[in-house]
C-alpha cells in the first residue's frame, strides 16, 4: 500500500504595521483589494492544489477576531486554512504552528514555513521548494545580492564582502517533518534568525535553490506600492 506524503504550509504572520504608519496590522494592509495575508495563503492554496497539504497561520492571539472579520468579508476568495495563535517572537510563532501539525506528520512528509507577508511566491518556486525538500531534506530560496556590501566590525572599521559569495535569504524555507520538529525542540536563541539557522544548529545541512527577486517581504511602504506593480502586471 502506498501512502501519499503530506506537504504542510506554515505561514507566520505576526507584523504591528508599525512602519507603515498603518491602522492595521501589516498583513492585513490592503493589496489590491486583498489583505496581504489572503493573497500569501491563496498562493499556496494554488500551488498545492493537487497535493494532500494543510495551511496553518500563527497570528497574535489578539488579531484572530480581525482576521475572521477580513475573511467573512472575503469569504468567496478565503481558501481553507488553520489559525492557530503565535507567539512572543517568530520562533516561537513557529514552534506553536508545528505543535498544532506534529500529530499529522510523518517524517518524510514536507512542511513549509513562509513570511505571512510574502505574497507573491510562485506557484513554481512554492512546488520546486516543496520538491527540492521532498528529495534533498531541506530547501531554501535564495538570490545573487546586487549592491556592494560592507561589514561593520565593533570598533567602527568596516570592509568590503566578496558579493560573489553572499545570498538574500527568502521563504518559503521547506524541510522533511522529522528533520524540522527535531530542530524546534532546541531552547531559543537570538542567533536564530529563521528556520535554516535553527535547522543548521541541530547539525543539519541546509541546502540552497534559486528564490525569485519578484518574491519580496512587505516592510514598508514602498514594498507595498512595488508588490500592487507586479501584481498588475502578472
Known amino acids: 500500500m502506498t501512502t501519499t506524503m503530506k506537504t504542510i504550509a506554515l505561514i507566520v504572520a505576526g507584523g504591528s504595521g508599525t512602519r507603515f504608519g498603518a491602522q492595521v496590522p501589516k498583513q492585513f494592509v490592503d493589496l489590491n483589494g486583498k489583505p496581504i495575508l489572503l493573497h500569501t495563503i491563496q498562493a499556496f492554496d494554488n500551488a498545492l492544489s493537487h497535493t494532500v497539504h494543510e495551511i496553518v497561520v500563527t497570528l497574535p492571539a489578539d488579531q484572530m477576531q480581525q482576521w475572521q472579520q477580513l475573511c467573512d468579508e472575503h469569504h468567496g476568495d478565503v481558501p481553507q486554512h488553520r489559525v492557530v495563535a503565535g507567539g512572543s517572537t517568530r520562533w516561537h510563532s513557529v514552534r506553536n504552528g508545528l505543535d498544532a501539525v506534529a500529530d499529522l506528520c510523518d517524517d518524510n512528509d514536507v ?3 513562509h513570511d505571512g507577508v510574502r505574497p507573491l511566491a510562485s506557484a513554481t518556486l512554492i512546488r520546486q521548494v516543496v520538491a527540492a525538500a521532498r528529495e534533498r531534506g531541506s530547501a531554501v530560496p535564495v538570490v545573487k545580492v546586487n549592491d556592494t556590501m560592507r561589514e561593520l566590525e565593533r570598533n567602527g572599521v568596516s570592509h568590503t564582502l566578496d558579493r560573489s559569495l553572499l545570498r538574500a535569504v527568502q521563504t518559503p524555507q521547506a524541510f522533511r517533518a522529522g528533520c524540522l520538529l527535531a530542530a524546534y525542540r532546541q531552547p531559543h536563541r537570538d542567533t536564530f534568525t529563521d528556520d535554516a539557522s535553527v535547522v543548521e544548529a541541530c547539525g543539519n545541512t541546509v541546502m540552497l535553490v534559486p528564490g525569485e527577486y519578484t518574491n519580496i517581504k512587505i516592510t514598508r511602504p ?13
Not at 222 to 234: E, Y
Request: hydrophobic share 70%.
Open 111 to 113: 512542511i513549509a514555513v
Open 222 to 234: 514602498m514594498d507595498l506600492a512595488l508588490a500592487s506593480l507586479l501584481l498588475n502586471h502578472g
